[in-house]
């Protein structure tokens, strides 16, 4: 998990976005995405919401 969620920063601190997630809600969608409960399309409305 923390690979993906290592990844995700990275990649939003790539495009110029920052991130401010609440305490421990990007590895829990980490895990509701390893174990197939949330889609792509959930993962990136999230993201959007996390946006700063």
């Keep these: ?3 993906a969620c290592a990844i995700t920063i990275a ?3 790539a495009s110029g976005e920052g991130l401010d997630t609440p ?3 990007l590895v829990e969608l980490a895990k ?5 409960k ?4 959930t993962a990136a409305d999230r993201l ?3 946006r700063v």
């Design 1 to 3: 998990m923390r690979f």
């Design 32 to 36: 509701e995405l390893s174990a197939g």
């Design 48 to 50: 959007r919401s996390w």
């Design 11 to 13: 990649y939003m601190h």
């Design 38 to 41: 949330s889609d792509v399309f």
């Design 23 to 25: 305490y421990g809600e």
